[in-house]
C-alpha cells in the first residue's frame, strides 16, 4: 500500500468478506456514504469483492487476492496509523487482524440472527452494526457484551421506489463466489440458471421477454453471453425497478433489493447455506412471491450440514442437473410455472420495509463518523 497524503476528515480502510454478493454490496454503499460525510477512505480486499468498488469514492483499492496472512498483517500493521478506523462487512479473520495490528475495528453484520456462535471479535469493536432482521434484536438484547456496542441498523437501502414494469426479465447472479467453490462452480450454476430462465420464457409469457443478466466479471467473463454484464449496485437497482420480474438467489442482500425495488421475485435453489433459512422465513411471514430450491428438483440438500460439506452437495446438484435432460426440463418448467404468476402487483417483499425500515446506510455511516472521531457512545 502506498503512502497517502494526509486528509483532512477522518480516514477509513473498508474491507468486504469474499462470501456472496451482500458484503461487496454493503462496502460500496457505505464508501459512497462516508465519503458525502468527507471521509477520506480506501478499501483493501480480494477477489469478486473488487467488482464493485470504485474510484472515487475511494482514494486507493488494495489487492489482497492470494496473499498470505502474515504479509496481510504486516501491510496492517505499516498502515495503521494511517487511519482512525478499520470497517468491514462481515470479514470477521480481517476485523481479527486489523486488531492485532493496532486498529480500531467497526464490523457491520447482515447475518447477526443466522450465526450459531458470533465471532469473539464482534465483541471487541468499537461499534457492532447489525442490520435488522427476523431475530436480530433479541439476540443482541441476551448478549451484554455485544449489546454494549451494537447499533441495530435499518437495510442498507435506498428509499422504497415505484415499480415501473419493462418487459425484460432481471437474473441476478450476484453472489456466487465464496472460499468453498471454484469460480467453474459459480459458472456452471449461472449457466445452468440463465438457460432455464430463457427456455422457460415462452411458456411463461405469450411473447418471450428478453433476459438480462448480472454477474461477476469472471462468471460474465466466462459465460461470454451479451446478455450477461457486471454493474455497480446502483444499475442492479434500476434493472430491478424496471424488470417484469426477476430471478435471484435468496441472499439477504437480494431480499432487501427486491424490497427496495417492488419487483416480483422467483427465488432460485440455494448456493449458501443461510439461502433455505432466509426462504422459510420469507415464506412463513407472506414475504414470498415464489421459491425454487434442490427439494423441488428431487435433489434435497442438509442446509445444517457444515458449509463446505453444503456447498459440496450443491454442486453436485448443479453439475447432477446440468448433465441430465429430465432435470433441466424439469428446472425449465418449474420456473416458466412460477414465473407465470409474478405481477402485475409488486413483490411481497416490499413489506419488509414496513417491518424493518430503510436508509440504514446513512444511519450505519453517521455511526461510523461518530466514532472514527472518538464522539458519543454506540445506542439503539
Known sequence: MADLLPAPGPRLLLNAQAFGFGPAAA??????????????????????????????PYRAIHDWTDLPEDQRLAQLRRRAPHYDLFVTAMDFPAAALARRAGLDVAVYDALTWFWPEIPAVARDTVVYLAQDFFGVRERIAADPALRSRALVVPPLIPPRRTWRPGRHVLVNLGGLHNPYWQTSDAVAYARLMLEAV?????????????????????????????AVGTYGHADVLDLMGSAAYACMTPGLGHIYDAAATGVPTLWLPS????????????????????????????????????????????????????????????????????????????SRARALTDRFGHGGTRRAAAALVRRATGQGETDD
Open 271 to 346: 448456493v449458501n447455506e443461510t439461502h433455505p433459512a432466509q426462504a422459510r422465513r420469507l415464506a412463513a411471514h407472506g414475504y414470498c412471491d415464489a421459491h425454487l430450491d434442490w427439494a423441488d428438483l428431487g435433489q434435497a440438500i442438509d442446509s445444517a450440514a457444515p458449509t463446505p460439506d453444503f456447498l459440496a452437495a450443491v454442486g453436485a446438484a448443479v453439475r447432477r442437473t446440468s448433465a441430465t435432460p429430465a432435470l433441466r426440463d424439469l428446472l425449465t418448467a418449474r420456473i416458466a410455472k412460477s414465473a407465470a404468476g409474478l405481477g402485475p402487483a409488486p
Open 198 to 226: 430463457r427456455a422457460a420464457q415462452p411458456a411463461a409469457q405469450p411473447v418471450a421477454r428478453p433476459v438480462v443478466a448480472t454477474a461477476s466479471r469472471r462468471v460474465a467473463a466466462e459465460l461470454a453471453d451479451p
Open 27 to 56: 462496502a460500496a454503499v457505505l464508501a459512497e456514504e462516508l465519503a458525502l460525510l468527507g471521509c477520506a477512505i480506501d478499501y483493501v480486499g480480494e477477489g469478486h469483492t473488487l467488482d464493485l468498488q470504485r474510484t472515487p
